[in-house]
């Protein structure tokens, strides 16, 4: 079942108005619905005071202040269809908007000028067309820079740099304990880790902007992650990334450059995520 996560506030007229629409469209198209009260939560409340009401559709932000009732349905029976996986790849690219004769006109010349090229063309729509279309139904935001170094300890008292995984892809992690988004991705990151274990060229990393080691011992009470955790004490690393809200992940190549970065949780675990990292890798 997909979930919808919704943070906002007693006495909140625009979050009574996102109830209404979720509950208008929760008659239609059935899910769960997970209201937070942020100001039950100091963490929460500083982290979405000013940006609620807050809609997570599936793991991913998807409306901030108003939700828009089209929108929401079309996430919601995007989200059935990839949890379905009966998603064509290449749907989002037109977005169901209706099709003029000039369009049609235009698309049959064109069309007919691209048939001779077709099979040339078939390594074209795999790495362009399809890759684009995958990232946007992650919802990633493409970026280009070089990721900021550093060096923090793990649980052991051992000091790991960024520049331990040079040459590999890395997954780089912000989150806290505190953060309910990003304790309900954890699973789902420790299954993104034991499917790509044997990747040499992949690392999964991590950074908790947690107050200590206490929290974060006691949220894993011992049990492996099958990645790095490492601590970010008063997130100095996190500012360095430009992260504004938990959980933010980053993706950095094998120059150390940061190629991409997801705003909110996810599910790491997912056809969709898992097919975007083996992408990278190969």
């Not at 590999?168 to 789902?188: G, I, M």
């Amino acid at each position: 079942m997909i979930q919808v996560e919704l943070y906002g506030k007693a006495d909140c007229p625009l979050c009574d108005d996102a109830k209404a629409v979720l509950a208008k469209v929760r008659a239609q198209l059935p899910f769960d619905l997970v209201e937070v009260d942020i100001e039950r939560d100091a963490k929460l409340f500083e982290q979405f005071k000013d940006d609620i009401p807050v809609v997570y559709v599936d793991g991913r932000k998807a409306f901030k202040y108003r939700i828009d009732e089209a929108a929401l349905i079309r996430r919601l029976e995007r989200a059935r269809a990839f949890e379905m996986g009966t998603l064509d790849p290449r749907a989002t690219l037109t977005r169901g908007r209706p099709v003029g004769r000039k369009t049609k006109v235009i698309f049959s010349i064109v069309a007919g000028a691209a048939i001779g090229g077709v099979f040339a063309n078939k390594a074209y729509q795999r790495t362009v067309v399809e890759r684009q279309a995958e990232l946007e139904s992650l919802d990633v935001e493409a970026e280009s820079f070089p990721a900021p170094p550093f060096s923090l300890v793990d649980e052991q008292g051992r000091t790991r740099s960024l520049a331990d995984y040079k040459g590999k892809v890395v997954l780089l992690n912000f989150w806290a304990t505190w953060c309910p988004p990003c304790r309900q991705e954890v699973p789902s990151m420790r299954q993104l880790a034991a499917r790509l274990k044997d990747r040499r060229d992949f690392a999964m990393v991590a950074l908790s902007v947690d107050e200590g080691w206490g929290p974060i011992r006691e949220f894993f009470r011992g049990e492996p992650t099958g990645y790095d955790v490492l601590w970010d004490p008063e997130g100095r690393v996190s500012r360095a990334y430009g992260t504004s809200k938990y959980p933010e992940s980053y993706v950095i190549d094998r120059s150390g450059r940061v190629i991409a970065k997801f705003v909110g949780p996810r599910e790491w675990d997912a056809p969709a995520s898992l097919h975007y990292f083996e992408r990278l890798l190969d």
